[in-house]
């Protein structure tokens, strides 16, 4: 009797791919060239005087010779090494791409969305910019603020929105203040945001709970101070729970709040921004809202303004004008009550990224996005108390928000690192978490869950990370970490060469 073969029952069965070994080296298309082979017959070309000039082709273009089969093989093959959410569990979250709904492609790829353009006239785009209008209301709703942008191409490019309004705004009041206060737990991105306005950063260390440390930020508060870049929760997975009195503090000293909106997922529908004391927020839409996100693009980032910082929102705006909408999109436009710094791209934004997000908001309502959020925050609590137990969890004695954060310290001694259980990982099945960020914390593992991912699917991943825990701390294993990963169709690369000296060109040998 036959008794070995698939395994048949889901208790047996590993939370591995299980995909491995079809796995194949796939070379370059070019590499596969072979001169004489083609997919298709072609008619010889007649040979008739050229009219091209100087445009003629000097040589070959080079097009590889390959047969029909071989060409699709090859790009199934190079689709099937598209790793990300639709294939499966992603602990790198929302922060690089969550579940997007096919509700929201479906509404994105309406003709009038899909198809419009923008130099159209403002009048044959009433229906779009309607779109636009209801997503503001929505983004303003959820914050309390007054004013927005829906310009900004990223979340970093939304930071440059934000941090600019305030220097416009301190440029008006006659004031020229140098200093931004950037936590060290801060997303890299705010420090080099602050720095290309002209801005000097100054560091604001975190206490022993994983938060700002709230009397060093006071104590560096005086009149050169234009602003804090603070995130909220915070990198470490935490609700800044000071911030009320951080804000407070901040604007006492004349100074303004930009809160970095990039985990705003974790409390949206639940907290407004606008009354913890932010002055201007970036939202990620693919975070937040489920856009596509990423190497694939396009992103977008609006920005949200409090009443200190509403004059001063960039073009183009929104305005409401007897029975129809316009974009103003001059700066210079009469109107007593803006002060536009400017512009910050060509034409308005991301429509699809705008219809997408808007999908998501009405298709939840109000109580779904309390929900989100609060589903978001059990998921990583859940993985956080699964865990803690065989890791080592810097501030797990309290819930976390949307993410759940471990250190190395359950490695000491056993010559295994983070970078290994990472690689490990690889074999198993599962891309890798948020690795040595935040950088308060050594050899950080960030692991984000998001809000759609089902029990049974967190319950496979924690097995794995428990099963790699366990394995690593067993004195023999050392070496089996150090060689993974072993089914990849590239084993363990040179990580300071791949960064620093990547080949990204091919040429004919």
Known sequence: MVNEGRKTTPAEATPRSQHRGMQLE??????MDEKGRCGVDLPDVPKTATRLGALKPRAEIGLPGISEPEMVRHYTRLSQKNFGID?????????????????????????????VHPLQPQSTVQGAIGVMKELSHWLLTLTGMKALTLAPAA???????????????????????KVVLVPESAHGTNPATAAALGFTVVSIPANSRGRVDRD????????????????NPNTCGLFENEIVEIAAAVHKAGAYFYGDGANYNAIVGRVR?????????????????????????PG???????????????????????????????????????????????????????????????????DGLYQVASDSVLNANYVLASLKDVMSAPFGDGPCMHEALFDDSFLKDTGVTTLDIAKALL????????????????????????ETESKPTLDAYIATMRELAIA????????????????????????TRAARQPVLRWKKS
């Open 26 to 31: 796939e070379p370059l298309i070019f590499e």
């Open 87 to 115: 294939s499966t569990f992603y602990p790198l979250g929302s922060c690089t791409m969550k579940h997007n709904p096919r509700l929201n492609e479906k509404m994105a790829r309406l003709p009038g969305f899909n198809d």
């Open 155 to 177: 979340g970093a490019h939304g930071e440059f929105a934000g941090m600019a309004a305030i220097k416009a705004a301190l440029r008006a009041r006659g004031e020229d203040r």
């Open 216 to 231: 060093a930020l006071i104590a560096k508060l005086d009149n050169t101070v234009a602003a804090i870049m603070l995130t």
């Open 273 to 297: 921004p606008a009354d913890l004391g932010i002055d201007a927020m970036h939202i990620n839409l693919h975070k937040t809202f489920s856009t596509p996100h990423g190497g694939g693009g």
């Open 300 to 366: 977008s980032g609006p920005v949200v303004f409090s009443e200190r910082l509403a004059a001063y929102v960039p073009v183009p705006y929104l305005k409401i004008e007897a029975d129809k909408l316009q974009l103003v999109e001059d700066a210079a436009t009469p109107d007593a009550t803006i002060k536009s710094f400017g512009r910050l791209k060509a034409f308005h934004g991301q429509m699809g990224m705008f219809t997408r997000a808007l999908t998501y908001i009405l298709s939840h309502g109000a």
């Open 427 to 450: 074999d198993r099945g599962y891309h890798p978490m948020t690795m040595y960020f935040p950088l308060v914390v050594h050899g950080a593992f960030l692991i984000e869950p998001t």
């Open 472 to 495: 690593a701390k067993v004195a023999n294993n050392k070496d089996m970490f150090l060689q993974a990963p072993t089914t990849t169709p590239r084993r363990r690369l040179d990580e």
